[in-house]
Structure formats: C-alpha cells, structure tokens
C-alpha cells in the first residue's frame, strides 16, 4: 500500500477502492499528493490516460474532507467545454459519494443553470477562462470565490503560447487578489519540450513549485504505412483498416475531414466526424458513438487530441503526417490501453510524407517534443483588460488604470511608456472618454465591443471570420468561414457528412439558413485550417538525410520508399545548416535553398531574401526549401549565400520595416492599438524576429556542391 494512500480521508480511500478498485496510488497520484499537500504550485505531465487527472483531484478532495472546507475551494480550468462536459462525469464519480459538489459554468450551459442559491456555492467549479471573466463581474456570486483554494489547469500546453493564456494568468492573478493569498495552481500537461519553462510561466514563482512528469511507460506499438497516391485507393485502404474496429482517423484540417466524411460516407459503419466547426449536438453524438458494442469510427481533428475520453480504441489513423511531435503523442496515446500494444496506421499520398512521418517517430523515440514559447508583448489582451477594468468600475484616473492593469504579472515586461500611449491613442480615436481627470468607456468602444452587454470583452478570440449555419426551426448545424459563405451564398455544402443548401445570408449577424439537400458534393474550406510543420521535425528530416537511413526498424517495403524520398533531397546535407543547389536548364537558372527549419522560419527568410535580392527575383518557400528564380545568370547559387549571409549581419530593429503588417482582423482588439506598436507585437509574437535571428545566426551556409562550410562570422 502506498505511502499516501494510507493518509487519505476514509470517504476518498472508500471512492477509490470501490469505484476504481484503487489499493494503492500510481507513481504520478504519489508523487502529485505530496507535492500538492506541502502547498507548492504542480505542473504534472503524463501520457494520456496516465492518471493525471485524478493526481490533481486527489490532493484536493482530501484536503476539503479533512477540514471541512466550505464554498467554491477549488476551480477546474479547462480550454474546452466539451472537456469540461467530459471531465464533469468523472468528478462527481469521486465526489458525490463524498458529499462534495460539483457545477460547471461555460456557454453551452442554459443561463438559468449558470450560478447557485446564495450560500450554496459547489466545492468544485469547472470552467473556461472567458466564463470565469464572466462569472468575475457577477458581484454577488464572485465572492463565493473567497475561499478558492486551488485552481486545477487541464491541458496547460493549449494556453501556454496563445493569448488565451495571457488571460488565463490575469484571471489566476485576480483570484489571488479575491482570496487575499497565492492560491495553489495545479497545471495537467501533455509532454513539452520544457517543462521548467513552462511551470515557471505558470506559477509566476510566487513560492515553491514542483515539476511531476512521469514519462509513458515503455510499450508495444505498431505501426503500419501505407503510401498510396490514388486518392481513391488510399479510402479504400482507410476502409479495410477502421473495418469493425473502434477507430480515431486524425486529419489535419476541418477542411480534409469534410472532404474524407463525403468520401467515406456509406462505407463504413457507423461513421462520425468531429471538428471544431461542427455543432455540440453533433459532436457530442460523435463522442457517444464509442459506446456502441458493434465499433465506430470517427474521422477527427485535434478536438479529439484533447483529454476527452473515447475509451478504449482499436486502431489510431493518421492521414497524412501530424504537424507536431506534441500531436503525434497525444494521438498515439488514444491507443493502445489495458495492455494491448498501440496500433497506429498511417495513410500517406508520397515518399515525402512517409519521410515525415518516420521524422515524427524518431524524435519521439529520443524523446524530443517542441517547446512552448508565451507571449512577449500581448498589448491585445492589455487593451481588453484595460477595457474590462473601466466595464466593471464605470470611470478611473488614467493613472489607477493603467497601473491596477499593468499590475498583473503577464504585463511585467511590457515598457513603462507603452500603456500611456495605449490610453492616449483610446482616447484619441473615443474607445475612451474623458471626463475631468478620469476616464470611461467611450462610444467607439461601445459600438466595437457593446454588444449583449459588452460580452465581446470576455473572450480574445476573434470570431468575425465565422458564420452560424442553422436550420429553419432554429437548430444550429455550424460554422461557415465568412470566406466561403462570400463565395457560395447560394450554393450548396457538405457539413458534418450531411448535405445542406444555403437559402438565406444575413451579413449583419453573421447568419446563413440552411436546408437539407440530398447528396451535396462541394468542397468546403475554413481559413487558417493547415499550419506546416513544426521546426523540431522539419530538422530531424535534415538529420535522416544526413545519415541516409532512419533509426527504425523499418520493413523492406518502407525502406525503399524512405531511399526514393531521400533520393529526391541532394547529397551533401549535413545535420544542420543552410544549403544552396544551383540548378542550370533550357528554362534557365534556378536556385533551391534546403532550409529544413518549418514554413514560419522559411517565410521570414524568404521575405528577407526577396528585399536583397531585388523585385526581379522570384522567391517561394514551403517547410523545407526556398526556391529561387531569376537570381541572375552566372554565379546565382554565390549570390543567394551572399544575400543569407547579409541576412544574418543584420540588426532587428533593420528588418522591421522590411515585414509587411498582416490583417489586423486576426487580434480582437487590433483596431485599439496604435499602428507602431501593433507593428511592434507583431514583430514579436508573430514573425518572432528574435527567436528567428538566434537561430539563423547561429546556421552554416554553403553551396552545393564543392565550397566548404564556415561558420557564418568566419565568412
């Protein structure tokens, strides 16, 4: 029996023992209670299904049973409310044959059940970031959050590089204040590439921390490929697969899981989709589905990545290569439970996809996973906040504003100049009013952000580039990308796997009515909807051509494959480093830079490349290579490096004026900031100029084939 185990209130020891037959607590359960009971902030990293969970509902429960807390003692944050609606379940299962209660609050939750009888809060609440905004204005139930204890943090790595993130530690700064002590925070993460980073980023060092990452245990896996460049004959092989099995098909866009439901319909039994677009009834059919005895399978995006729990599975598909290492471990996780070895099948359309995919399984292999980077200069939730400080006290000196907001530790590094201009620039355009030596919200402010009693102001999620797709009686199906619905307003689409034709478009509330059509065959497309991949796996494809072999053990079949991908890649590649291949034809010369480092790097590269080497030059990229046409006649591969190596002499406050300004559309609050410092935020947190001059700065460049390599300040 463990050592914790024994220590626990009997009520839990009896939920453990008679729900889960629980004698003893697993490593992770350990090793979390003790950090958690000696009151230290806990970022605890499992594999899925590794018991992480329970870990941070443990140490909590037992605390409120031994000492009788009363009120909301804990918070559970989720980024999902289908996780929450998810994880519901699995808390009252532990609480409510203890007596303690349970509540969730997000906006699939009716109003009327949001809330409780004054002196009736829950001891757990769950909840979203953008709901606890909400329920913070609320005066009268905000203070049963008085006695908040611990706030338990699931799926921490969704927050971390987001500006939901930024909200999140403002929101975790306010309840410390609410308390009126540094309330206990307990993040649940999947693996990352720095965890003391991260739980640093978490717990703000407001006192002592601790890491509890437990690696998965070692297992059989298996996975088979299939590289196919019919489309059709890869369904075909996706059908044999999923064939009365239990099965999750991962794809990386809305946009493909719409098109592979159309393909696959009729097919296979008791086929679902679930992606991010689709309404909750339909997803949470998804999710329901996994009870049937017969299989199911459901075509997925990463809203399955998530700690939704689907049960046992027998099979993971993979169609085409995952973005992220992080992503490949979360999904391979869904597999493989109660002793069965995980089973995942890929099913891949060329030799290049198959490299990837074998890149992704080698650096898992070695343990390496991407790391998470926050925000640098998040002056788009600084405006929301100053934004909901005026909301909830009508007017304030410009001093108390912008000092009771820069307060918060996600704010510490911003300048101590920015926030005046902030203000003045608010006031400026009237998102702001003056009224003597105070301030208040003013009527551009209202018409932005006023709306259903300013509800914009919770949520940093922009969501302008989307339509509600509903029914005539009312039921909602979805959401269009405004993009699409501009261009098929009288059209038809596939949504969910069900046919629908658009009968009605109101631009003024971002509405389609749609009807059931019989067999609609249009594409559908959402903006944003594939990302390339990460840098840690483009640069593992560098290394396996290096080598000329995986690490793998890999059958004769997919050996051949791998040669015919690696034959396509130039000899001379060393593990790291740029490499330039001119290459001379009856169509002229072009040249190829192998830059193995992700499409966000290379489009950086690329648009710096473009202003050395002039207008006439015609330069594109993609996660691997940048191409170049018209560099010149003679000598054009000298060039390139030359232009690379003026690149990276350059200071960064150079290239800024270099980067063109993308769509503000993409941040709520944009239209609030002035454009310099817009600019500014995007220098950082979108092009990440500094991270990007580190590492090309640190690169050799050479031509292929015959000049040796230097290093770049030797050049």
């Known amino acids: 029996m463990s050592s914790a185990f024994s220590t626990l209130h009997e009520s839990l020891q009896q939920v453990l023992a008679q729900r889960l037959y629980w004698t003893e607590l697993r490593e992770v359960q350990e090793r979390a209670y003790t950090a958690t009971a000696a009151g230290k902030d806990v970022l605890i990293i499992a594999p899925t299904a590794g018991g992480k969970s329970e870990a941070a509902l443990i140490p909590v429960m037992d605390d409120i049973l031994k000492h009788g807390r009363m009120g909301v003692v804990c918070l559970y944050i989720s980024p999902l409310k289908a996780l929450i609606n998810d994880q519901e379940d699995r808390f009252r299962e532990f609480c409510v044959p203890t007596s303690l209660t349970v509540m969730k609050w997000h906006g699939d939750v009716p109003k009327g059940d949001r809330g409780w009888k004054e002196g009736e809060p829950p001891h757990f609440l769950m909840i979203t970031p953008e709901s606890l905004e909400v329920l913070l204005q609320e005066k009268e139930l905000s203070r049963d959050l008085r006695n908040v204890r611990t706030v338990i943090i699931d799926e921490l790595h969704a927050f971390v590089e987001s500006e939901r993130g930024v909200q999140l530690k403002v ?13 206990q925070r307990v993040g649940l993460s999947a693996t990352t590439g720095n965890p003391e980073e991260v739980l640093r980023w978490m717990s703000d060092d407001r006192h002592g921390s601790e890491l509890v990452a437990i690696p998965a245990p070692p297992r059989d896996k298996q996975f088979r490929f299939i590289v196919e460049e019919d489309e059709e004959k890869r369904i075909d092989a996706l059908v044999e697969i999923v064939k009365r099995r239990k099965a999750l098909v991962f794809v990386n866009s809305r946009s493909i899981a719409e098109r592979l439901m159309r393909s696959a319909s009729g097919r296979i039994r008791n086929l679902h989709i679930h992606h991010s677009s689709l309404s909750l009834a339909t997803r949470k059919e998804s999710e329901d589905a996994f009870t049937s005895p017969d299989g199911a399978c459901i075509i997925c995006t990463s809203t399955l990545e998530l700690g939704i729990d689907i049960g046992d599975l027998d099979v993971v598909v993979q169609v085409g290569p995952p973005n992220s290492v992080s992503s490949f471990l979360q999904r391979l996780g869904r597999s493989g439970r109660r002793d069965k070895a995980a089973y995942v099948a890929w099913i891949l359309k060329d030799p290049t996809e198959f490299l990837c995919s074998v890149a992704i399984i080698e650096c898992a292999m070695k343990k390496e996973v991407e790391p998470l980077t926050p925000l640098k ?31 918060h530790s ?14 003045t620039y608010l006031i400026d355009q009237g998102f702001l009013t003056p009224d003597g030596e105070m301030v208040m919200l003013g009527e ?34 979805g959401k269009l990308d405004a993009r699409f619905v501009n261009s098929q307003k009288d059209g038809e689409l596939s949504l969910g796997g ?40 483009c640069r593992q494809v560098q290394a396996i051509r290096a080598r000329g072999e995986s690490l793998l053990p890999l059958a004769d079949a997919d050996k051949e494959i791998l040669c015919t991908a690696i034959s396509r890649i130039p000899e001379g590649l060393r593990e ?73 002499g350059m200071d960064p406050e150079e290239i800024r004026p270099l980067l063109p300004l993308p769509p503000s559309e993409g941040w709520k609050f944009a239209r609030a900031i002035p454009e310099s ?27 292929l084939p015959g000049l040796p390599l230097r290093p770049p300040r030797e050049l």
């Open 171 to 183: 929101l975790l700064d306010q309840l410390d204040r609410i308390t009126k002590h540094p309330v």
């Open 377 to 407: 200069k998040p002056y788009n939730v600084f405006v929301q906040q100053l934004c909901l400080y005026l909301f909830r006290n009508a007017r304030a000196s410009r001093r108390q504003l912008v000092t009771s907001v820069l307060s």
């Open 410 to 423: 996600a704010f510490a590094d911003i300048k101590p100049e920015v926030p005046d201009r902030i203000v």
């Open 444 to 477: 551009t402010a209202e018409k932005e952000f006023g709306r259903s009693n300013w509800k914009d102001l919770y949520s940093t999620i922009s969501g302008g580039g989307e339509y509600r797709a509903v029914t005539t009686d009312g039921e909602v199906v």
């Open 498 to 537: 069900l046919g629908w034709s658009i009968v009605k478009c109101d631009e003024d509330h971002n509405l389609v009515v749609v009807v059931p059509s019989g067999s609609a065959t249009s594409g559908i497309f959402w903006t944003g909807g594939e990302s390339g991949y990460s840098p840690l796996i």
């Open 576 to 648: 790291t480093g740029l490499f330039i291949h001119e290459d001379k034809s009856e169509r002229g010369v072009s040249v190829t830079l192998y830059s193995s480092n992700g499409i966000q790097f290379n489009r950086l590269l690329t648009l710096l490349l473009q202003k050395q080497l002039g207008s006439k030059a015609l330069v594109r990229y993609n996660d691997f290579v940048i191409r170049i046409l018209r560099a010149g006649k003679e000598g054009a591969g000298e060039r390139v490096a030359t232009a690379v190596r003026e690149v990276q």
């Open 677 to 703: 410092l817009f600019r500014e935020m995007v220098f950082s947190d979108h092009y990440r100029v500094e991270e990007f001059m580190v590492s090309l700065g640190d690169m050799t460049v050479g031509i």
